[in-house]
């Protein structure tokens, strides 16, 4: 035992918590998260040493072929969310909550915040809003359910909002944000998600409040980072926002190994003997007649 860590006798002291994301902040070390749907996904996340992965509802737009996220239910994240949690990721897993699954009332915030713990295996979930659901978010916390909050574009409000628009982009707008936020971390969240806002209302809300926030389209002020995975790989060649960095291409990568399989597969390239299987000589030389089968 002498020599290894806590970490490596007990494999779950190595997992990320919300206690270590909160410690981050006041460590200054910065926090990296991406959206994942599925269990291979959420491994190499994990691997790779991703801190948060976060099942958002932008499943809808990224892999159910929706326009937005407004159509996405709670059925939908739970089922891709206990898909992520198979992966036994040591990344934080958190469930996104989607349109109308908490703002009904406490009562119905708990039962499907519940649900996501339960049955989608996330070990805390994603509210958006501001004032209006700060006693939401309360509620959901007394119940010791780990709330990351969302605040700026809220895209479950689009259509309230005029559509993707930046938001705080005035002092008086940035103010109301940043007393969003203090209200959100006094309710108890332990982490805020910052979405399209100018980088100076970023910067005024991560230096008003002490838990993380993290930023999308937010600047380089926050305390950590949070992009779609399918947004940043490329599989979209037409969605390309300003505040979108893509890390690969990976629609061409996709399309490249199609047309060469398809290409094989019209040419008479693929398969060939090393992606078969083979008779023994003497079945084979009773399936095609050369010797008769014993009879009986
Ligand atoms: O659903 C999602 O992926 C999100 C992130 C963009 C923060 O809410």
Redesign the pocket.
Known sequence: MLGRSLADRYPAMARVTTYKIRRMKSKGKKIV?L?AYDTPSAQILSECGVDMI?V????GN?LLGYES?IPVTLDDVIHHCAAVARAKTKSLIIG?MPFMSYKVSAEQALQNCGRMLQEGGAEAV?I?GGGNVVDIISAVVDAGIPVMG?IGLT?QSIYELGGYRVQGRTADSAEVLVEQAKRIEAAGAFSL?I?LVPTETAKAITEAINIPT?G?GAGPHCDGQ???LWDMLGLFEDFAPKFLKKYANIRQVISDAVKQYAKEVRDGEFPNDSHSFEMAEEESGRLYGRSKPNEP
């Not at 958002?56 to 499943?59: A, K, L, N």
């Open positions: 998260m959206t976060l958002g509802d932008s499943v990224s996220t996104d994603k958006e969302h895209p998600v979405e993290i999308i949070v992009l779609v």
